[in-house]
């Protein structure tokens, strides 16, 4: 009888330990497929990828709407097309280049939480403090007067934002190729590929946290850049059945950096 006791309990925990393993592959997957979906977006706006002098890019917008706006203050037509001329040739360069290669994008093959480190003064883990910083960050996101994000958002991102400075989720190991797509493949290390042409220094993705409806969430993505380490809050939607990218917003405006 004792025997068979045990072997029951037995069959109990180990369906226990095995249902709680699914579950979590489920979800972790379902991180990574959003991701997926909106990462590639998002680095082709990042400065520091190629892909971003692209016609329709991040740096290409941002060096064709300063050459615009240099050239109105100084009404010099000719000009104007001179550097939209030499504009279109770079990034021309850099279609050619990537027509038949990938970006190498060097990252972390953990998944971890955002762990949220207060600055000293400030600590958004305060709801008092955390009221004051929302009522700033919902101005910055529905009016952009600061122009930190390339439209304006919905302010639930900002309850996105305290649900990563509130999240107490666990890191976890993913396969890497999964979120290969556009342009870029990603590693731990370089590697010699014939297919890939330019390195994308990465640094750590952090899970993304999820409004109660499903239809927004909020991830963390973490690069070189030449403060040394940079970070950015990434900003996606449920759109017609698909995940997009939206925007992102720094880090160090939240936080200190870890």
């Known amino acids: ?31 990574v497929h959003v991701i997926k979906e909106t990462l590639f977006s998002y680095l082709n706006d990042n400065p520091n990828s ?4 692209l016609q329709g890019n991040g740096m290409y917008e941002i060096l064709y709407n300063s050459i615009s706006f240099n050239n109105k203050l100084n009404s010099d037509t000719v000009e104007l097309q001179k550097d939209i001329e030499r504009l ?16 190498m ?24 403090e955390w009221k004051t910083k929302y009522a700033y960050l919902k101005n910055d996101f529905t009016l952009n007067e600061m122009v930190r994000l390339k439209d304006t958002i919905s302010a639930e991102f900002v309850d996105l934002i305290k649900r990563q400075i509130d999240s107490q989720k666990a890191a976890y190991k ?23 042409t330019y390195q994308f220094r990465g640094d750590k993705l952090y899970r993304p946290v999820f409004n109660k409806e499903f239809d927004k969430a909020c991830y963390l993505f973490s690069y070189s850049c030449r403060d040394g ?8 939607e449920l759109r017609g059945g698909k995940w997009r990218y939206l925007d992102s917003y720094p880090s160090h405006l939240i936080g200190k950096e870890d």
């Open 88 to 103: 279109h040739v770079i990034s021309d360069s850099f279609a050619q280049l990537l027509s038949n290669k990938r970006i």
């Open 105 to 128: 994008v060097l990252v972390n093959d953990t998944i971890f939480p955002y762990n949220y480190m207060a600055k000293d003064y400030s600590n958004l883990k305060d709801e008092e």
């Open 229 to 236: 380490i940079c970070r950015d809050f990434i900003f996606i």
């Open 1 to 31: 009888m004792l025997e068979m006791n045990m072997k029951k309990h037995l069959f109990y925990i180990i369906m226990f330990l095995t249902a709680g393993v699914h579950g979590q592959i489920r979800n972790d997957s379902f991180e």
């Open 50 to 53: 190629a892909a971003s002098y």
């Open 174 to 196: 993913i396969y890497l190729t999964n979120l290969n797509k556009g342009y870029y493949v990603f590693a731990v290390q370089p590697k010699k590929n014939q297919d890939t």
